[in-house]
């Protein structure tokens, strides 16, 4: 089964607000903890990466937190705006090159 | 540079027919990535390669082949297509050593019917 997945499928933020989209993973052996956003039609474009051992990373209006004792992974987008409306999508790097776990994705919705 | 790119945009395949998604990146990535994705999911790894002549399987390999005889394409053939393998199609790569940064193609859309 997969080892990375996220809590909610749709995320409703009103313009300007800050949004926080979450992920939970299971492999404690993950060296590297990355966000993807997808627009519709597109591939996914990289956002931001965390090791494993960091605690938080920043990022242009973006700040990813990650909580190894629940397991947990975080991106806060500051003053979301309509260009952020996209699918996020937190995938794991096992340390090699074989590619990255990807979890179901988080469906990032802005109101005007 | 046009990064990656993936021909063709849409396919529609019947069942058991055979084609080749070509995927082309001009970024000098030692590293190159075939995903699918699902609807509504997210993308699984189905190979991989680390260079020129090198290539190894991902999550999910059956009914697919890939070669590398060069740094810049990474084909991916379909034999004896079936339902299942209707997605959409991503390539991606990256630098030797951020293998977890990703550059990705457009996709293709694959139809098998």
């Known amino acids: 089964g997969e080892s990375v997945g996220l809590h909610l499928p749709t995320l409703s933020v009103q313009e300007g607000d800050n949004s926080i989209i979450n992920c939970a993973y299971s492999?404690?052996?993950?060296?590297?903890f990355i966000w993807y956003k997808q627009e519709s039609g597109k591939g996914p474009q990289f956002i931001i990466d965390i090791r494993s051992n960091m605690d938080k990373r920043q990022g242009q209006r973006v700040t990813v937190l990650l909580n190894k004792t629940v397991k947990h992974l975080s991106l806060q987008i500051a003053a979301t705006q309509p260009g952020d409306s996209a699918v996020y999508f937190c995938a794991e790097n096992r340390g090699g090159a074989d590619g990255l776990t990807f979890g179901k994705g988080t469906h990032l919705i802005i109101q005007p | 540079n046009a990064g990656v790119t993936q021909t063709p945009k849409f396919r529609i395949l019947k069942i058991g027919q055979s084609m080749t998604l070509q995927c082309t990146q001009d970024m000098n990535h030692n590293y190159m990535y075939w995903y699918r994705q699902d609807p509504g999911m997210g993308l699984k790894l189905i190979y991989y390669s680390v260079g020129a002549g090198i290539t190894d399987k991902g999550e999910v390999p059956n009914g697919y082949n890939v070669s590398r005889s060069t740094t810049e394409d990474f084909p991916l053939r379909l034999e004896l297509a079936a339902p299942s393998q209707t997605s959409v199609y991503f390539c991606?790569?990256?630098?030797?050593?951020?293998?977890?940064?990703?550059?990705f193609g457009p996709g293709t859309r694959l139809t098998v019917t």
């Open positions: 991606a790569s990256s630098y030797l050593g951020r293998d977890y940064e990703q550059y």
């Open positions: 492999n404690s052996a993950s060296d590297y």
